[in-house]
């Protein structure tokens, strides 16, 4: 029996899909990123990460669950992300509130919208003080922009996409 069972796609990159799954153990939601055709080192480079990312404490981090390889791809268990991503919430603001983005993972129209300045201060302070908690643990995340971070009904943002970041010791060897 497989444990995660997919149910839904949520969106495509170059080099993976991340889909809407279910853990069969557990029954919560998980996001399954799958990866495909790695090589050895990108499968090496992917369980650096995965075990890295498993050491993150923090709320508003996605938390890493399990990795899977297979032969022809590896899937990365991660939490299921109720919510829009940043540049969603910034797109539609102004807007009826509904997007047929399929990146979207809950209705916009239950989104407060009419965000106040106090609301988008929040929203930015969470985001600066977990940049700086990640860089205090050695984490640069490398590709931060408003795609890769959620925002949930409830504001609290989560960063996601950790494919590209590095740890500062392999960052102090690049300017080797």
Request: charged share 25%; with cysteine; glycine share 4%.
């Amino acid at each position: 029996m497989n444990r995660y069972i997919i149910v839904d796609k949520i969106c495509s990159g170059l080099f993976s899909d991340v889909y809407k799954g279910v853990d069969q153990v557990s029954k919560e939601q998980v996001a399954i990123k799958r990866v495909f055709a790695c090589t050895e080192l990108e499968f090496s480079n992917i369980k650096t990460e995965f075990n890295r990312m498993c050491k993150v404490n923090c709320q508003n981090v996605v938390k890493y669950i399990d990795l899977i390889v297979q032969s022809k791809y590896c899937d990365i268990i991660m939490e299921y992300i109720s919510g829009w991503t940043l540049k969603q919430v910034f797109q539609q603001r102004s807007k009826d509130g509904v997007s047929n983005s399929p990146e979207t993972t809950q209705s916009l129209s239950s989104f407060p919208f009419d965000l106040s300045q106090a609301q988008i201060d929040y929203i930015g302070s969470q985001i600066a003080n977990t940049v700086i908690y990640l860089h205090d643990i050695g984490i640069i995340h490398r590709d931060l922009h408003y795609e890769n971070i959620l925002v949930t009904p409830e504001l609290l943002i989560k960063i996601i996409d950790f494919s590209d970041s590095i740890y500062k010791k392999d960052c102090m060897k690049l300017t080797e």
